[in-house]
């Protein structure tokens, strides 16, 4: 038979322990956007309506809606950039951008319109 090896368990407990505290580490830094965001979407057509403000939430780097009205879906990465798409009924857009602290900004796309955005954190 094979001999069997065997760690001593301070290595293992420390090998583990580096791990977690990495792994911590990487959670908090996708958490630094994280709460209620208000984003106002504009475009310049006016068959595309003058604006409305949406309300989402980022947990984790997730976003969801804060609005029954309106789905909301995507990430914000560690360093700020972001992609979302809204819906509501059969209308759906998509944005790109980027955060930064408690503001940002981009540009979003729909099937017939398109424009920009702007947020602010609550």
């Known amino acids: 038979m094979g001999r069997v090896m065997r760690l001593p368990c ?29 984003v106002r979407i504009s475009s310049s057509s006016e068959t595309c309506g003058n604006g409305a403000t949406v309300a989402i939430g980022i947990n984790n780097g997730q976003i969801a809606s804060t609005s029954a009205a309106v789905t909301a879906s995507g990430r914000v990465a560690d360093a700020g950039s972001i992609n979302v798409t809204l819906s509501t009924g059969i209308k759906r857009a998509v944005g ?23 947020a602010e954190r609550m």
């Not at 791990?19 to 996708?30: E, K, W």
């Not at 951008?97 to 702007?118: D, F, P, Y």
């Open 10 to 38: 301070k290595g293992i407990f420390a090998a583990i322990s580096a791990i977690a505290l990495l792994c911590g580490q990487a959670n908090a830094a996708s958490t630094s956007f994280d709460g209620a965001w208000n």
């Open 96 to 118: 790109f951008g980027r955060l930064s602290g408690t503001s940002g900004s981009g540009t979003w796309r729909g099937a017939l319109c398109r424009g920009t955005w702007t």
